[in-house]
């Protein structure tokens, strides 16, 4: 059974304290471990992946409404490089997008653009710092993905 990895970026604390929140979650109840490190605190050093992992990304969008006038994705790109280096995104196994309803259609739109550029689904998203019921749905999905994950890689004889 593999270690449980999260990558993710957070600026405002949200996303870290969601991490935090999910990890102890799957920890005490799933008694998997789990490893996580905001990309940011890379400081533009680059690493490359050798195995599965999940990835978290907050909105953070400047200009047009996002669809149809436009938008510039701001402050987030240190994700997207990462992902890109060495083709890290190979091992994702998707992303959670996190942000502000009130925001609309913008609501986790740029984790929706991640999957459709790296190829990997939206696992789930959440608001702002995320509920208690959002801990228990999302754990559930990204043991999911991991057991399925780990189906691939188990050759039996």
Do not use: W
Request: proline share 2%; net charge negative.
């Amino acid at each position: 059974m593999q270690r449980i990895r999260f990558y993710y970026i957070s600026l405002s604390g949200n996303t870290s304290s969601f991490v935090q929140r999910i990890s102890q979650y799957i920890k005490a109840t799933y008694h998997r471990e789990v490893e996580s490190l905001n990309v940011k605190d890379l400081k533009g050093e680059a690493i490359t992946v050798d195995g599965p992992f999940v990835s978290f990304l907050p909105t953070y969008l400047e200009g047009g409404n996002g669809i149809d006038t436009g938008f510039q994705e701001i402050l987030t790109g240190n994700l997207r490089k990462f992902l890109e280096y060495q083709g890290n995104f190979r091992y994702c196994l998707g992303i959670i997008g996190s942000g502000n309803r009130n925001f609309n259609k913008q609501f986790c739109l740029t984790a929706f653009q991640y999957a459709d550029q790296f190829g990997f689904p939206v696992i789930d998203v959440f608001e702002l710092r995320g509920t208690d019921e959002d801990v228990e749905r999302i754990s559930k999905h990204i043991l999911a993905s991991f057991e399925k994950a780990e189906e691939k890689i188990d050759v039996s004889y």
